[in-house]
């Protein structure tokens, strides 16, 4: 997909473990991807009635898989660190952040706090209390 596109309609936003997230500017990208669905797309985790509904490639080594394939295109991403990134789409925000309490995300962070530091280029420190079985600590993270 990469090659179909030029560099000002395509560019890597970021990398993670196993995946890489592109920004591709197009009218329509299910579209774009018709032609090479059957050979190049995991698309198994689409809506039965989506038209790229394809099981057959499901869980194929090689394959591009839509992380987002349960939802609508990422209309906007934001980044401000490694495993530390929001996506916006037309029916929900996404938010990743590594080394955050799961109550933390889930009640105070929002894509819109995201949008407001990278906007501000002010970090923004939170302290929560991380417990675990074998010990209890106080843990300072930076957003």
């Known amino acids: 997909m990469v090659s179909k596109y030029s560099p000002d309609r395509c560019r890597l936003l970021f990398t993670d473990t196993d995946s890489l997230t592109y920004e591709v500017r197009t009218d329509d990208i299910y579209e774009d991807m018709k032609p090479v669905v059957e050979k190049k797309f995991d698309c198994s985790d689409y809506l039965t009635e989506h038209p790229l509904c394809i099981k057959k490639n499901k869980k194929r080594v090689g394959c591009w898989k839509d992380e987002n394939s349960s939802d609508s295109p990422i209309g906007e991403f934001v980044g401000l660190r490694e495993k530390l990134y929001s996506t916006s789409s037309a029916k929900s925000n996404k938010v990743k952040a590594k080394r955050i309490s799961k109550s933390y ?10 949008l407001n530091i990278l906007r501000s280029k002010v970090p923004t420190n939170t302290k929560f209390l991380a417990v675990s079985v074998s010990q209890s600590r106080s843990q300072n993270s930076n957003v």
Not at 105 to 114: G, N, V, Y
């Open 105 to 114: 995300k889930i009640h105070k962070l929002r894509h819109e706090t995201f």
